[in-house]
């Protein structure tokens, strides 16, 4: 019987798993894909909202503005990159200035500091590149940029060093309430547990829905992104959303990423189908569209790619964090949807203080709140990083090309804890496959490493876990 | 007699030849711009041949694969025969080019040849 | 830090050919780097034969006409290291490379030859909607897969893109024990040669769909199956034309970039056109004592072409090296038009030009019994029948330096006479 089982291990789950881990608690991750942050957690918009969007009083509202003043530390001490570059949202006309003021009271009400509207000149100096239509914009300098893979697996690795257990590729088919405690039956057997944390995403509603009878229900909502290469990373500097306009409707954003790309979306569309991350002509159609509205001359040529993220949203439009009326010690993070990733966080947070009022635990003395991500040597002066070479000299062999991504690195993201086993694992962690050419040079030696690494044939490498496989057979096989 | 039709290599223009064929012997060409049109059809369609180039395994080389081809063009219509042929076959390090890794291959007369030089190395 | 006359960024046949001919130019201190585990660039993996008609009179697969270059630079004890990343090149000739035996190292070169060749272009530039599970390779990654690894990237393939790769890709795929369905090329015509369209593709009865395009992939774990449709005159799908393939492979070969990821860094000048270095006749770069050569300066479609040229970077360096000062200015602007894509060199010097130089360039289109012409100020200096032109092969003209003697302007075009 174990103290916790946490359903999911996107940012959510992970954030709990790291605060819980502060506590001597037997607790236990379950992960129905191959690694962390493969659902909704891998495809967003890599921003730490301000807190101004979300409906004052709200529990978005009150965990984004939270999640969005720990994030400094959090980033700090889990070895992750964070820059707050400030966001914009502009409007196209005069009357609408009104609206921005609204918007920046409500941003005040709900506890963002630094709020202001810039006008037209203003505007043009901090950004080159926003729309000539752009009148006015209200500016949130606490806005920011993050990778989410960074700070999904920083806390995961944080938590599976601070004992937090993790399984994989295990799914959760139902749940069955005990006398105070829970069965999780799952593709790799029961599993017991006093309490759950449904942190599910997409699937939280379907958990939930077991166990109680107060049903929720989350729409999978659709956002197509296209990704341009690092070369105009710097088209704009700020996270650039536009205000919802009655010509153009909810705009997307476009942003720098952490990681120097240019980053624009998210189109929304409402979908049946809780895996269907595919994206369409039609969307990426609208969504070059929607980006050229806040921001001109966007070098859409340098699109390097374009996927799909799912957003779990609630029916009532607020998150779900806390213990299940009517069934007690299960606790949902149900409704993530944006603001998630900022508010991850403080939803960590709000679920240990739930957890400590149920299970009352013990401080776990041994907790290290500090993890080194994967050893950069671009970070290095050359000095160190000759030490480095000399001492491990896969350091100076270049697998990817376009983010110079080096051999050593990648075995480092393999070897450590809840280290990588695919080559999107290897991408998430070191990015290596993540830039320009988009893993054509690359895949061929990150097969050979991973095989080599996990002393597995090459046949049996995949690029995301279960049928992914890179390799069929040997040439000649067929004949 | 019979007609077939063939796009011609020697050139971009690519033209659409049609050949008469009586007896495997070739009565006309047309559809060609050039003489070197005819010189291609004919060959062509009556002796269709191939150079066949892939790779066999190497052990105890620098690289795992040694690349190998024909010594000479096998008939069109053999080709997948010499294909597999080659499933299975390995070759020990060195290999220098020219190399023959596999006489008469598929009863065709022709040698498989490496084509490339694998140094001989010692693994740890 | 160490010094050497000339430094040369990649170890393929234009690296290689340039080298060879700085080091026969009796300059001693040269040095290649190059980031794979052998010499050769992507001749390795081009087993394939069809290689060196034009400077051998025979044809070899990739591997024999590297050899032949290879055996050359180690006759003539050119130094060169394997395994060795470039990661940074200075305005004033400092290079900084890495490997794991040195580490991080920086040295200072005479003269610098560029010769980092092209890439892929990748799926992400088309945008192609749909999922993203595994199973869709650039031709060039699955080509390295089988031949150099020796390992089947699928069974039932798909190619988009009729380049040379792509074709060449659909028969080894064939032969090592693959289906291919079907080759989809979104223009009307294929970028390939008419050799390759025959030898790779209807040997084996496999149908090239010319005007059509991949509209959708199916699958999510792996690739399952893609969707074709027809395009327009504009390339957009058109409605009603969607045919179902199924498949668990996706190749892409959708043409290739010259790879100046480095040369941008250093502020050398690129071509939106060509997207390698713009160049003078001396293959000289937007900074003096920098030279380009091969498919980082433009892609060819023969090796042969790309080791002339090479062997001319080569050359001028040497030359370079000797007056220590800019060989070439860039003086007069070849202009193009009326179908004439680009030109290599884009400027041309005529007071020090060589006697005789080639330029090279593409057309936009297919074009039947046109002339090439070149006109210096008003008058016409070249005027050179052409049965066919197509954008996929490197057409080329040789101007003379009396051709050009005081002139203000030089234009290359196509003229119906």
Known sequence: M???????????????????????????????????????????????????????????????????????????????????????????????????????????????????????????????????????????????????????IGMAENAASNGVEFIFDCEVKKINKGDSFYELET????????????????????????????????????????????????????????????????????????????????????IADKEDTATTAKEIKELIKKANINVKNIPIKQVITSFAGLRAHEDAGDFIVEEVEDAPGFIDCAGI??????????????????????????????????????????????????????????????VCRCETVSEGEIIDAIRRPLGAKTLDGIKRRTRAGAGRCQAGFCTPRSIEILSRELNLPQSKISKCGGKSTLIVEAIKDSL | MEVKTLTCIRCPMGCLMSVHVENNKVVSVSGNTCKR???????????????????????????????????????????????????GVKTTAPVSIGDVLIKDVAGTGVDIIATKDIRKINRK | MREYDV????????????????????????????????????LNQCIHNGFGLHTFKEELTGPEYAKRFIDRAEELSIEYKLNTTVTDISTDKIVSYMNSTEGFVQIKAGAIILAMGCRERPRGALNIPGLR????????????????????????????????????????????????????????????????????????????????????????????????????ENLLPIAGSEEHYSCDTLLLSVGLIPENEISKSTGITLSNITNGPVVNDSFETSIPGIFACGNVLHVHDLVDFVCEEAKAAGKHAVKYLK???????????????????????????????????????????????????????????????????????????????????????????????
């Open chain 1, 337 to 398: 949807e944006s603001p998630g990733l900022t508010s991850s966080p403080a939803i960590g947070v709000r679920v240990a203080n739930i957890v400590k009022g149920i299970l009352k635990p013990k401080e776990n003395e041994n907790f290290i709140g500090i993890r080194k991500g994967v050893l950069n040597p671009d970070n290095l002066s050359i000095e160190e990083r000759n030490k480095l070479i000399k001492e491990y000299p896969a350091y100076g062999n270049i």
């Open chain 1, 2 to 152: 174990r103290d916790i089982i946490i359903i999911g291990a996107g940012v959510s789950g992970t954030a709990c798993a790291r605060e819980l881990s502060r506590y001597k608690l037997d607790i236990l991750v379950v992960e129905s894909r191959e690694d962390v942050c493969c659902g909704t957690s891998k495809a967003n918009s890599a921003i730490v909202h301000a807190g101004f969007d979300a409906k004052t009083d709200s529990l978005m509202a009150k965990l984004n503005v939270i999640g969005n003043a720990m994030m400094d530390k959090l980033c700090k001490e889990l070895d992750i990159k964070f820059q707050r570059n400030g966001s914009l949202v502009a409007c196209y006309s005069e009357n609408d200035i009104e609206k921005l003021e609204e918007l920046k009271n409500r941003g005040i009400a709900n506890g963002v500091n630094g709020l202001r509207i810039v006008y037209k000149d203003e505007l043009n100096k901090m950004e080159q590149n926003i729309s000539e239509k752009a009148v006015a914009a209200l500016y949130a300098p606490s806005g920011g940029i993050i990778c989410p893979f960074d700070l999904n």
């Open chain 3, 7 to 42: 430094v040369v960024i990649g170890g393929g046949p234009a690296g290689l050919a340039a080298c060879i001919c700085v080091k026969e130019k009796g300059i001693d201190s040269v040095l290649i780097l190059e980031r794979e585990n052998q010499l050769g660039g992507i």
């Open chain 2, 37 to 87: 049109g005819d010189t291609y059809a004919k060959k062509e369609v009556t002796d269709p041949v191939r150079t066949v180039t892939s790779t066999i395994k190497v052990s105890g080389g620098d690289i795992a694969q040694v690349s190998c081809k024909t010594s000479t063009d096998v008939k069109k219509d053999r080709v997948m025969d010499v294909m597999r042929a080659l499933k």
């Open chain 3, 133 to 232: 599970p595994a199973g869709i390779y650039s031709a060039g990654t699955a080509q390295r897969l089988v031949n150099m690894d020796g390992f089947m990237p699928g069974r039932e393939v798909v190619i988009l893109g009729s380049g040379d790769i792509g074709l060449i890709m659909a028969r080894r795929m064939t032969l090592e024990g693959a289906k291919v369905n079907v080759v989809a090329e979104i223009m009307p015509y294929s970028g390939g040669l008419k050799r390759n369209i025959v030898q790779c593709l209807d040997d084996f009865n496999i149908p090239l769909k010319l005007s059509h395009t991949v509209v959708k992939i199916e699958g999510k774990e792996r690739v399952e199956g893609v969707v074709l449709a027809k395009v327009d």
């Open chain 3, 323 to 417: 007056t220590s000062k800019n060989v070439g200015a860039f003086d007069i602007k070849i202009k193009t038009s009326n179908g004439v894509r680009y030109t290599v060199p884009q400027f041309i010097n005529p007071e020090d030009m060589d006697d005789k130089v080639v330029i090279r360039f593409r057309v936009a289109n297919i074009y039947k019994d046109m002339y090439e012409s070149i006109y210096v100020d008003d008058r016409r200096v070249i005027h050179k029948k052409r049965q066919i032109l197509a954008p996929g092969e490197m057409e080329t003209l040789n101007i003379k330096k009396s051709d050009v003697a005081g002139a203000s302007s030089v234009l290359v075009t196509l003229e119906e006479n």
């Open chain 1, 187 to 270: 593709s790799m057997g029961i599993l017991k547990s006093k309490l759950v944390i449904n942190a599910a995403g997409v699937y939280a509603d379907v958990f939930h829905n077991m166990v109680s009878s107060k049903k929720i229900h989350i729409t999978p909502r659709r956002g197509v992104y296209c990704l341009l290469d690092k070369s105009v990373g710097n088209h704009v500097k700020s996270t650039c959303f536009s205000l919802p306009d009655e010509v153009y409707g909810k705009g997307v954003l476009v942003t720098p990423t952490v990681d120097g790309n240019l980053l624009v979306g998210p189109t929304a569309t409402d």
